[in-house]
């Protein structure tokens, strides 16, 4: 039997033993002595009885050890042309510090912090500040606009927010500040306190009667020591997009969270203890909280936090420059990051420039790794290409090549297998497991391996409906696909209304809901459709209200801003054209998936259901103009 097989079959087999095994790996304060055990809603939860800290893993247990002066955190800023290193005790100086100034504004275990900041040190020290009290952090990407930010502090109710004067987007300076200000005024739920961290590059006014300097805070607090909490306690919450409105709160926990990224950082990303890790990511998306932040810290490695871009920061060589400089023994990011650079160096002249040697492998996640960029970076870099397939929920790939185990052979298109601990199904309509080649829901068989979500904040009843209930003993991904007959699987995108911009996953049905705001819409449809560089980008098609006379290009200028306004920049919706109709079932179901393959040029069947046929022939006029 392979190294693989074995390990797979261990987990699912005896999956208390195997976890167990695993959760020896961390140092609890009280280890558990129950592994598995239903919750009051009949979720299983991990080591219910253990107890930990996570900030003491990732910062005071490696001083502990003696690695105090190993570097934990490396700042790359090509936007502001800077750099600097923490290493872990300078890094728990820090952090407790931070942690100790919002002690002193009566932040305590279980209360929510919200984090809006862009990509500098204090991001991650906010969140393991956080941690280090027991109190949830929620991380919201700075993309954001403010009406998204006030629905995740109507739902979390922070008692405070952290933030910085300003983020930089290649050369422009946005500042957060009054981003922040706007979402308290139209959020119901205020918080009590903003810390504001001052950058040089813009200095944020600090007027508001909850406003605090976060540098003049910091340098008068009292250190404050890891609060032990339950391994079941949250660790923080993570808005994803769902497929309505209200984004999902999902919920780490601390024990489970902290013993599965430990199992990955081995068995998936093969790093050493001392090793190098580059996720290029943003601590606002999970991969930023999984693998910048806590598994290289949890590790011991040394995590880089970048703030810049693939590209013009300052050109397509810069993950090279970076991987070569810090010697970065993995690398971590989105295949649209990968497409940015081929579709500036699409030789790869930069590549040869810089000195790859320690660069092992590059792992991709976040958005389906589609084969020319696969094969380009293969063979352009020489290195290891290992696609991982995961999502927000469960905080770690479900399908990896696990490197740490035993590496096999890379197929185009397929993440590889099931990571041990995850036992996978296809299933139909009805619930039936089918067999190899057949499409189908891809289903994760309960219970699921420590890490992924018990519940979403405030809405249990949303997590059993959306996840639980659908087929029974299953959790649903979300994402189709197949096996095929050596048992490898291939995701062929969402299920739902979900849809996957540059790696960001955003909902349609949002979009939908913003746009149909518009005085003079009648209704609308969103759809994703493939993009060379993002994979997808949404297209409006909006209806408008009888007798309504208006200027398309305004229109559609007013529609862009909207959204723009509403969700922010980072949906990068730019296109909504007028139809007289969108095609719909009889029973009113607008047809969303004959839209996009009409959008995407794709051959498409005309649904049987459908109410009015000629529906899709102005349809495909509209989107031939
Ligand atoms: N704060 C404020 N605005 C932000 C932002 C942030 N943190 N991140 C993105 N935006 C804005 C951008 O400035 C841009 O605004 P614009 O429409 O005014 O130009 C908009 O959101 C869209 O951003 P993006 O989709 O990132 O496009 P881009 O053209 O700025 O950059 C890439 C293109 C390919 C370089 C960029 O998408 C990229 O680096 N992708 C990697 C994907 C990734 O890491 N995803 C995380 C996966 S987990
Ligand atoms: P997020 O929760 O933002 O990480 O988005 C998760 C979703 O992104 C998944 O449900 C998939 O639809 C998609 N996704 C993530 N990684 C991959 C991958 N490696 N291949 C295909 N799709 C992916």
């Given amino acids: 039997m392979s190294a693989y097989q074995e390990e797979y079959l261990l987990a699912k087999e005896d999956p208390k033993k195997f976890w167990a095994k695993q959760a020896e790996h961390i140092n609890w304060f009280t280890e558990p002595s129950i592994i598995l055990q239903q919750d009051n809603n009949g979720i299983e939860r991990w080591f219910p009885d253990g107890v930990l800290n996570t900030c003491w893993l990732a910062l005071d247990y490696h001083c502990e050890q003696g690695r105090g002066d190993n570097v934990a955190l490396i700042y790359d800023s090509p936007v502001t042309a800077s750099q600097c290193q923490y290493t872990y005790s300078q890094l728990r100086e820090q952090v407790s510090k931070i942690a100790g100034m919002l002690a002193k504004q009566g932040v305590e275990k279980g209360d929510r912090v919200i984090i809006?900041?862009?990509?500098?040190?204090e991001a991650a020290m906010a969140m393991l500040a956080c941690a280090r009290l027991g109190a949830i952090h929620s991380v919201v990407f700075g993309g954001f606009a403010p009406?998204?930010?006030?629905?995740?502090?109507?739902?979390?109710?922070?008692?405070a927010i952290m933030t910085a004067s300003c983020g930089i987007e290649f050369t422009t300076v946005i500042p957060y500040k009054p981003l922040v200000d706007k979402a308290i005024e139209i959020s119901h739920w205020k918080p009590n306190k903003v810390f504001v961290f001052q950058r040089p590059q813009h200095r944020a006014e600090l007027s508001q009667s909850y406003d605090l300097d976060w540098q003049e805070e910091v340098a008068k607090a009292q250190p404050h020591s890891c609060v032990p909490v339950l391994a079941t306690d949250p660790l923080y919450i993570l808005y994803t997009s769902g497929t309505t409105g209200k984004p999902?709160?999902?919920v780490?926990?601390?024990g489970g969270h902290a013993v599965a990224l430990k199992y990955s950082m081995g068995a998936i990303y093969n790093v050493p203890q001392n090793g190098v890790y580059w996720a290029v990511s943003d601590v606002g998306w999970v991969l930023g909280h999984s693998y910048i932040v806590y598994a290289p810290l949890i590790h011991g490695c040394t995590s880089i936090l970048y703030e810049g871009k693939p590209v013009k920061t300052p050109d397509a060589g810069s993950f090279w420059r970076v991987c070569a400089e810090h010697k970065v023994n993995v690398l971590f990011a989105a295949p649209t990051a990968f497409?940015?650079?081929?579709k500036e160096d699409s030789d790869g002249a930069h590549i040869g420039k810089y000195d790859l040697s320690k660069l092992q492998t590059i792992f991709m996640a976040g958005e389906r790794l589609d084969p020319p960029t696969l094969s380009w970076a293969q063979e352009k870099t020489r290195k290891p290409i290992i696609d991982n397939w995961w999502q927000t929920e469960t905080g770690w790939p479900i399908v990896a090549n696990p490197m740490g185990i035993e590496p096999m052979p890379v197929k185009a298109g397929s993440s590889t297998k099931p990571v041990p601990g995850y036992h996978l199904e296809i299933l139909n309509e009805q619930g039936e497991v089918l067999g190899p080649n057949q499409q189908g829901f891809i289903a994760i068989k309960r219970p699921l391996p420590p890490s992924c979500l018990p519940t979403i904040w405030q809405n249990h009843q949303r997590f059993e409906s959306g996840y639980l209930d659908i087929f029974p003993g299953y959790y649903v991904c979300g994402d189709g696909g197949y096996f095929d007959s050596d048992g490898y699987l291939f995701i062929m995108g969402r299920i739902d209304d979900v849809i996957n911009v540059a790696g960001h996953r955003l909902s349609t049905g949002e979009m939908e809901e913003v746009v149909a705001g518009h005085p003079a819409i009648a209704e609308c449809?969103?759809?994703?459709?493939?993009?060379e560089l993002k994979g997808q980008l949404p297209l409006g098609l909006v209806v408008l209200k009888d007798g309504v006379k208006v200027n398309n290009t305004q229109l559609e200028e007013e529609i862009v801003d909207i959204v723009r306004e509403k969700i922010g920049a980072v949906a990068c919706f730019k296109q909504a054209l007028i139809v007289e109709r969108l095609p719909k079932?009889?029973?009113g179901k607008i047809l969303r998936k004959t839209i996009r393959q009409i959008a995407d040029g794709e051959d498409y069947a005309v649904p049987s259901t459908i109410d009015d046929p000629s529906s899709l022939s102005e349809i495909e006029k509209v989107l031939e103009r």
């Fill in 116 to 121: 809006y900041m862009p990509m500098i040190p």
């Fill in 339 to 342: 497409r940015a650079i081929k």
């Fill in 525 to 531: 449809a969103v759809v994703g459709v493939s993009d």
């Fill in 248 to 250: 999902k709160g999902v």
């Fill in 252 to 254: 780490r926990d601390n």
């Fill in 147 to 159: 009406h998204e930010l006030a629905v995740r502090i109507d739902d979390a109710h922070p008692k």
């Fill in 585 to 587: 079932t009889r029973s």
